[in-house]
């Protein structure tokens, strides 16, 4: 079973698919219009540790790849757990963090209240990529313009109130990023660093307009698991295992 979220889980589903494995992707359920997949698909959450452990009893799991973003961290760890509890071996398929380079303008924060807090006291128009969740932290900062882009269209009022949403699929092109940030005249970004090719050409773009970043870091996992950095490696476990 893949735990989904990212573009490297639909890499992976591709890789097992080709090597004709039996395999499931599960996703969390917060997209609401997942992208077509060649294995089998699930949406929804298992109900913590206990719910978890017992799917995977029920659908005779014998491999787990946790490949879901590097910031959903309490599936992360029910994962570790569940899978501990009904002994089936887990990899994290994960991604380095970006480093900032010379020429970046980053300002660093632990996480997600504190990027809030790190906005300028003067009215700009920001550009928040750390999806729909959370949004009401920013909501007291309401001197700004938000500028989102999500993947599906929200279902209720976001709590911002002042605020311009793009409905679109990624990846994006740096290009394409530059040239939505300077439409939307933005001059300033909220990242979260979840790391990777697939959503690094915002960071490219803020780059080349010399626009600064409040770069969310990411949570650190308390528990320990093993980890791959490449699908490649990944199918070496599976294989392994």
């Known amino acids: 079973m893949i735990l989904a979220g990212t573009i490297e889980a639909s890499q992976l589903a591709q890789a097992v698919a080709t090597k004709g494995y039996r395999a499931c ?3 969390a359920g917060r997209v609401e219009r997942p992208k077509a997949q060649p294995i089998e698909k699930r949406i929804g959450g298992f109900g913590g540790v206990q719910g978890l452990f017992a799917y995977l009893r029920e ?16 599936m992360s760890e029910n994962a570790v757990l569940a899978c501990a509890k009904a002994r089936v071996p887990l990899l994290a398929l994960t991604r380095p963090p970006w480093r900032p380079e010379t020429t970046d303008r980053w300002h660093s924060v632990p996480d997600i209240p504190a990027a809030a807090s790190a906005l300028p006291a003067q009215k700009q128009n920001i550009m928040l990529a750390i999806g729909r969740m959370h949004l009401d932290l920013f909501a007291a ?5 938000y500028v989102l882009r999500l993947v599906d269209p929200p279902a209720q ?5 002042d605020s311009t949403i793009i409905v679109s699929r990624g990846p ?13 005249e933005v001059e300033m970004v909220v990242s979260k660093n979840a790391g990777g090719r697939g959503a690094y050409a915002k960071i490219e773009a803020a780059r080349q307009l010399s ?5 969310i870091e990411r949570p650190i996992l308390s528990l320990p698991r ?4 490449l699908v490649t490696e990944a199918m070496d476990w599976i294989a392994g295992h």
């Open 141 to 145: 900062q309401s001197q700004h313009h």
């Open 226 to 229: 093993d980890e791959a950095f």
């Open 157 to 161: 009022t976001l709590a911002l109130p």
């Open 211 to 215: 626009l600064p970043v409040i770069m």
């Open 172 to 184: 994006f092109s740096k290009e394409q990023d530059i040239a939505l940030m300077r439409e939307h």
């Open 59 to 74: 659908e005779q799991i014998t491999h787990v790849i946790d490949a879901t973003h590097p910031f959903a961290t309490q």
């Open 25 to 27: 992707l599960s996703y």
